[in-house]
């Protein structure tokens, strides 16, 4: 299995362009998430999803858009991006519900927003 | 004033030394989970634990509810245990709240 995995690892945009963040498992896990890491902060949640066609807003969502048409997938959408999005994105993903669920943490997409 | 509070921010240490590392958090919880993650590498998974003391390895985690405290001690420390560590408490199903993490630097 290749559990969860993100591309591209690294990119450079411009303000203003739009771009599409990959994120895939293959463990059929219901929950998946997107966080951004910026430094001297923890991670923050900007979207997630507990199942296919079921997205919901986390603590960070603006400037972002997510969909979810199937388990496997869930792209993370920057509409314009603005130098404030400039940050590492990590796609998670677990079992959904309960209380004591693993998320499993892809490698990174480190975005970089001139 | 952040849910959850890490110390220290950064610690270096000789090969060798007993670590730990400190978590606070100031909301109910329903797990707590203990994270690591490598220079230029991904978030692994090290701990969960809602009660008690758990031990993998040289590693250990401890925690107190009633302190809503938590610990993550690394016995006989060695260079490749240099990583971030990051502490994150479940609110119920898969949400989780991040401290900023702790970077260690273990010198041989």
């Known amino acids: 299995n290749a559990g969860v995995t993100q591309t591209p690892k690294f990119q450079v945009l411009k303000t203003g362009q739009s771009m599409t963040l990959q994120c895939a498992q293959d463990m059929n896990h219901e929950y998946m998430s997107w966080y951004r890491q910026d430094p001297g902060m923890g991670l923050r949640l900007i979207h997630y999803?507990?199942?296919?066609?079921?997205?919901d807003q986390g603590e960070v969502p603006n400037g972002y858009n997510v969909s979810r048409s199937t388990t496997e997938d869930f792209p993370l959408r920057l509409l314009s991006a603005a130098p404030s999005q400039t940050s590492v994105y990590f796609c998670?993903?677990?079992?959904?519900?309960?209380?004591?669920?693993?998320?499993?943490f892809g490698p990174g997409t480190r975005l970089t927003v001139l | 004033k952040n849910e959850v509070e890490q110390s220290p921010q950064n610690l270096t240490a000789q090969e060798g030394e007993f670590i730990t590392i400190n978590c606070s958090y100031s909301v109910g919880i329903s797990a707590l989970h203990w994270l690591q993650q490598h220079p230029g590498g991904g978030i692994v998974s090290l701990f969960m634990?809602?009660?008690g003391k758990k031990k993998h390895g040289r590693l250990i985690a401890t925690i107190n509810i009633q302190e809503k405290h938590s610990s993550l001690h690394i016995t006989a420390s060695h260079p490749r245990d240099s990583a971030v560590y990051i502490c994150a408490v479940g609110r119920g199903g898969n949400k989780l709240v991040f401290g900023a993490g702790t970077i260690l630097r273990v010198k041989s």
């Open positions: 998670a993903s677990g079992l959904a519900g309960g209380t004591y669920n693993e998320q499993f």
């Open positions: 634990l809602s009660s």
């Open positions: 999803s507990v199942g296919a066609g079921i997205t």
